[in-house]
């Protein structure tokens, strides 16, 4: 083989989009794309030149295509990569990979048994100054974490809720602002600060009309006895993100993509019990980084690494192991907000999920629905 052949499910904004990216790729052919409205696969279908389908098992079982990329709403994801894998092929999905952790451990376990694929779409991860930043933590230039710290904040109006019947809606996306914008710094954080093994969250829903989360704070514990904590809404105009990661040898920043790095002299510990000054402030340094330019960018970057994987055995930048961090966090500070109690990390799955069941059966259709299909401005070419 030596291009994949790629099928779309989902021809909302974001799969759109990477219709064209698979477009743009030497190495794989886009066959085949799904929606379950007849009308817009149709459009899209004749604009790419491949054949369209309504029912993603059909496309799935057709046999012309060796991959697939799902871009639907959360809720759908599991079932159309578990299938996806039973054909045989292999799957990237759009973040989050699931609503449930559950649901994420039965991905993980399709795409073991089928030896097959399983990438998120966490591209982030392949920012340089992200690169660089888990370097540095990784090869122990901090020395042992000691404290966490992430805020992260975004801007959506109520039009952007009103846009399809499933937004913000226990039935429709299982979740608010913690699955659908956060993801992607949820999964940063995790990388570079580690799992916590308690999370006591407090969630709630200002300005916007919606029955989800659209603010979240918690407080977090680590097996080794560091703290942390985290940040996230939709309704702060001035939008970005701001990480800290301190350890004993060190301490790292990152404030929307710019990254510093501050090298103590010595040990936090060791200058505590040694010095016999009683002012007696800690050296450190500012260190120099040298961040390489990103020569590829954004989706495309981890769909590259998703026909890659498949090709020529590379390894995936952002793998279902790794993508169910952030759903399990997502699913620690949602069961702690509602149980007002804090929850020890793994969650019981048992316990979420009956949560999560409860939470959908008591959703209200939407009255306001005002459907729109665009891509988020920033992900256009």
Aim: net charge negative; proline share 4%; charged share 25%.
């Amino acid at each position: 083989m030596d291009r994949v052949r790629i099928g779309v499910v989902g021809m909302g904004g974001m799969g759109y989009a990477h219709c064209k990216s698979v477009s743009e790729l030497e190495n794989a052919l886009l066959t085949c794309v799904c929606d379950n409205e007849e009308s817009v696969v149709r459009e899209r279908a004749a604009e790419f030149g491949v054949r369209p389908f309504t029912d993603y098992r059909e496309m799935v079982g057709s046999g012309c295509c060796d991959a697939v990329i799902v871009a639907i709403p959360h809720w759908f994801h599991p079932d159309v990569s578990v299938c996806a894998f039973e054909k045989g092929l292999h799957v990237l999905s759009e973040k989050p990979m699931a609503v449930t952790v559950e649901d994420a451990d039965r991905m993980i376990k399709a795409a073991r048994d089928h030896k097959r694929v399983l990438s998120v779409m966490f591209q982030r991860r392949t920012e340089p100054v992200i690169r660089k930043a888990r370097e540095i933590i990784s090869t122990g230039q901090i020395g042992e974490i000691i404290r966490t710290l992430c805020v992260d904040s975004w801007y959506r109006t109520q039009a952007y809720y009103d846009s399809n019947v499933w937004r913000a809606t226990w039935k429709g996306e299982g979740a608010g602002v913690l699955i659908n914008q956060a993801p992607h710094m949820i999964d940063i954080f995790l990388m570079l600060g580690g799992m916590p093994c308690r999370v006591e969250a407090r969630t709630r829903t200002r300005f916007h009309d919606i029955e989800v989360e659209n603010e979240v704070q918690a407080v977090l514990e680590y097996g080794n006895g560091a703290c942390g904590y985290y940040y996230t809404t939709t309704f702060e105009p001035v939008h970005g993100h701001y990480v800290e990661i301190c350890g004993e040898k060190g301490k790292l920043t990152l404030h929307s993509g710019q990254l510093k790095f501050f090298r103590y002299q010595g040990g936090i510990s060791r200058h505590i019990a040694e010095s016999e000054d009683m002012w007696a402030e800690m050296e450190f340094k500012e260190e120099k980084l040298e961040i390489p330019p990103q020569t590829v960018q954004g989706h495309i970057s981890i769909i590259k690494n998703f026909i890659s994987a498949i090709l020529d055995g590379q390894e995936v930048v952002s793998p279902g192991e790794e993508g169910i961090h952030s759903v399990e966090f997502c699913n620690a500070c949602i069961l702690s907000g509602k149980k007002k109690k804090p929850v020890d990390l793994p969650i019981d799955r048992k316990e979420y999920t009956d949560l999560i069941e409860e939470l959908k059966r008591n959703s209200q259709p939407k009255k306001n629905v005002r459907i729109q299909r665009a891509t988020d401005p920033q992900y256009r070419k």
